[in-house]
């Protein structure tokens, strides 16, 4: 492809000149604009200078034999392989020739728009950076060119050193010197990093929009482009809407250069965009545990470190266990549909208490039809299944036994916009009762009233202590559950409720190594007490009632266990959370579209059963645990 393939038409000036204020705000804009032109004047004659006497740097003629890197491999808990992954394994690399003409025109509007034009580097925006990075003492901006990122991305680390930008300017001379712009262009797009694990235009178009990269239309073009700067942010597969004011600003740009018309750029505005399907991890034999450990592996090393860095990954799952807990999926979910409940999905998350180490996680019911992991992303409202916060919440404060008394009557509270009476499940009012009795039966008027005595503010500030950072306001219907969590915030909640307010952070790993077994991440646990021990233990003495005499009575498994069911009113999600000593799991029940499943759906009824098949199994070669009694706990002072 050459400059008259990627300009639709001749572009505007794309420096039409700085226009200030008058008086000392003109004069300092024009020193600092001559300033930044001889800056960048020095910068540009010193780099081809500096080009013929670095000679450590590596040779870009090493292009032409590109090597991939090296592959990374995850393993469960005992050291079984599950997954190799590395940056190739998710890339197709085509011809310039095969690739749509508005994806060309539209990455190098957002990336650099001045290709065809430099011979490697800017010089406006290397000096535009140095003067910058000058004034701030470090790097906080860049000035790369399209060749300047693609030998970054080949040779280079990802630290932002002023070295590293010297390097970069210095390789990219070099390889326009050898290199056609065609071919950097090609091999920069077949490079480039897209996002869940597609690597290259041809992969990426595939998983975005389920098409060749050749097909792609101006839409789709501007919104792939806008992926680039990060890919795990703007990707549409997370957000559709930050994917859309990305790709607003792509078109935006485009229409600046003159490349597209304004027509043009309110038409793809308007265009539907279809999305494909992630098609990341399918080697995998457990994506969903595969992706989630990826991912967190992302935050902390980057995500060309986890795709090309050698690593050697163990996770804390069981692969028995996830076999174990993805039959029970598979099996309680054919069983919900024989029953004619309305549910597309489920999710399962097993956690060991003592370690908050994840053992098992079932992001879904087929892994193959849809790859979104609904154990670490869905955002659902737990119902019933929120009230244990609530309730530990009044405990902690030493006025309130499970033996304390509450009202089960009508009550209303003036909220913004009116008057809000809540009513229990069915609708009935039972007076006086126990705090024991109000939570295995799962009575709303009680933990509402519970709440408001204790303070929703101390409710929510125990939600945090948990780990659990969504959203939420003080509002009188907050013990009903009326938040978005995921199932693994409630699995480790509980968790933590289990091994008496100790806790860990939740994670999927628990040792990464390099390819020469330097350990770069240990994830040995360091508990921390987080909670009143007592009003743990107490919680748990309660909720083991619910499962003997209460709503959860088809979660017995014959051991001791303590747990809570979850409905939410317009019965769109259904759970069931519960525990032993040794082992923490959450089931959520649901659909996508947040189609109800259908009247009478429980979790009593329908998800207790899952939790109760999956737990059997999981703990059948595990000895039988007591819990510790509140007696062996001193009880917290009144506050």
């Known amino acids: 492809m050459s400059s008259s393939i990627v300009h639709k038409k001749q572009p505007r000036d794309p420096s039409p000149g700085f226009k200030f ?12 604009l001559a300033f930044t032109m001889l800056t960048s004047a020095i910068v540009a004659g010193g780099l081809v200078g500096l080009a013929v006497s670095f000679r450590n740097l ?10 991939p890197s090296e592959t990374s491999y995850f393993y469960d808990i005992n050291g079984k392989l599950l997954a190799r992954i590395h940056g190739e394994a998710n890339r197709e690399v085509i011809p310039l020739d095969r ?36 004034q701030r003492g470090s ?7 399209l060749t300047m990122q693609l030998v970054k991305n080949v040779f280079l680390s990802p630290k932002r050193k002023f070295s590293r930008k010297v390097a970069e300017a210095v390789l990219a001379i070099r390889l326009e ?4 712009k065609d071919e950097i262009l090609e091999m920069y797009l077949n490079q480039v990093y897209w996002g869940h694990n597609n690597y290259g235009v041809q992969t990426a178009a595939r998983s975005y929009f389920g098409k060749s990269a050749a097909n792609l239309n101006l839409a789709e073009s501007a919104m792939m482009a806008g992926i680039i700067q990060a890919p795990e942010h703007y990707s549409p597969f997370v957000s559709m809407t930050v994917a859309k004011q990305r790709q607003a600003i792509v078109l935006s740009r485009l229409r600046e250069l003159g490349w597209i018309t304004p027509e043009e750029e309110a038409a793809a505005r308007q265009q539907e965009i279809k999305l494909g399907q992630i098609k990341s991890f399918q080697g995998s034999a457990i994506p969903y545990v595969t992706e989630a450990a990826a991912q967190e592996l992302a935050k902390r090393f980057g995500r060309e470190a986890v795709l090309k860095g050698g690593m050697r990954v163990q996770t804390t799952v069981d692969a028995e266990m996830q076999r174990m807990a993805e039959e029970s999926v598979k099996a309680g979910h054919k069983r919900l549909r024989d029953q004619r409940v309305r549910a597309d999905q489920m999710a399962l998350v097993a956690v060991d208490p003592r370690t908050q180490f994840i053992k098992a996680l079932v992001g879904g019911v087929d892994y193959s039809k849809s790859k979104f992991n609904r154990a670490t992303q869905a955002i659902r409202q737990p119902g019933s299944a929120f009230k244990p916060f609530v309730y530990y919440t009044a405990f902690a404060t030493g006025k309130y036994t499970p033996n304390s008394i509450v009202q089960d009557t009508p009550v209303s509270y003036r909220v913004p916009g009116g008057i ?11 007076g006086p009762m126990s705090i024991r009795k109000a939570l295995e039966v799962s009575r709303n008027i009680p933990a509402i009233r519970i709440g408001s005595a204790v303070g929703m503010s101390k409710v929510i500030e125990t939600c945090r202590i948990l780990g659990i950072n969504s959203p939420m306001e003080p509002v009188p219907s907050l013990p009903l559950g009326a938040i978005g969590l995921t199932p693994l915030e409630m699995a480790s909640a509980y968790a933590t409720f289990a091994n008496y307010g100790w806790r860990s952070e939740p994670t999927v ?12 991440l240990d994830n040995t646990p360091k508990p921390q007490l987080m909670l009143e021990p007592w009003a743990a233990a107490s919680l748990t003495d309660v909720m083991q009632g619910v499962i003997t ?9 014959g051991r001791p266990a303590a747990g809570k069911t979850g409905t939410t009113n317009s019965e769109r999600d259904i759970w069931f959370v519960g525990y032993v000593p040794q082992l923490a799991t959450a089931v959520w029940v649901g659909n996508d579209n947040y189609r109800p499943l259908g009247h009478g759906a429980t979790g009593g009824g329908f998800v207790a059963p899952i939790w109760r098949d999956f737990m059997q199994k999981a703990l059948k070669d595990l000895p039988v645990e007591q819990f510790r009694s509140p007696s062996q706990f001193d009880k917290p002072s009144s506050k």
């Not at 790097?139 to 060119?145: A, Q, R």
């Not at 010197?177 to 056609?180: A, E």
């Not at 790993?509 to 770069?520: F, H, M, Q």
């Open 21 to 32: 204020a008058k008086g000392v705000g003109q004069v300092t804009g024009g020193t600092l």
């Open 58 to 67: 590596p040779d870009v003629r090493s292009l032409r034999n590109y090597i």
């Open 99 to 134: 690739m749509s003409p508005d994806l060309k025109r539209a990455v190098l509007a957002i990336e650099d728009s001045s290709f065809f034009s430099h011979h490697g580097i800017n010089p406006s925006g290397v000096g535009r950076a140095v003067l910058v990075n000058w």
């Open 139 to 145: 790097v906080v901006e860049g000035g790369s060119t």
């Open 177 to 180: 010197q050898i290199l056609t």
């Open 420 to 430: 809000y009476s809540p009513k229990n499940y069915d609708s009935s009012f039972n």
């Open 509 to 520: 790993i628990a040792r990464v190594t390099d390819s020469n077994g330097n350990v770069l």
């Open 549 to 557: 005499n209460g709503t959860g009575r088809a979660a017995q498994i």
